[in-house]
């Protein structure tokens, strides 16, 4: 599974973003997805997993209700929508997928990688 994070961006705090990650490879749709995102000087840092049907998703405390992660198999795509930004959000967000389809929020979990896409909230 290759995988293409796209969607970030500058934006006020308070203001609203999706990113999305395109996936190629038919076992995209067999797989758990993950957000993380990374600051600068800090360690990777989990944000968002769901699971290969969309079930199932799980989130990090310092996003739960103001990110929702979801995801279209027939598009081979996933997305994190990020409302209510605030300037400590800001970081550069990456998308992975498992080779299982279970939920996973650890970083060593994850098999494939997308390169990456800055999110800049200022306030």
């Known amino acids: 599974v290759q995988l293409q994070a796209s969607g970030g961006g500058l934006v006020q705090a308070g203001g609203s973003l999706r990113l999305s990650c395109a996936a190629s490879g038919r076992t995209f749709s067999r797989s758990a997805m993950g957000w993380f995102r990374q600051a600068p000087g800090k360690e990777r840092e989990f944000i968002a997993t769901?699971?290969?049907?969309?079930?199932?998703?799980l989130y990090a405390d310092s996003v739960k209700g103001r990110f929702i992660i979801s995801r279209d198999n027939a598009k081979n795509t996933g997305y994190l929508q990020m409302n209510s930004l605030k300037p400590e959000d800001t970081a550069v967000y990456y998308c992975a997928a498992t080779a299982t389809g279970w939920i996973r929020r650890r970083v060593f979990e994850y098999d494939y990688w997308g390169q990456g896409t800055q999110v800049t909230v200022s306030s």
């Open positions: 769901i699971d290969w049907s969309g079930a199932t998703t």
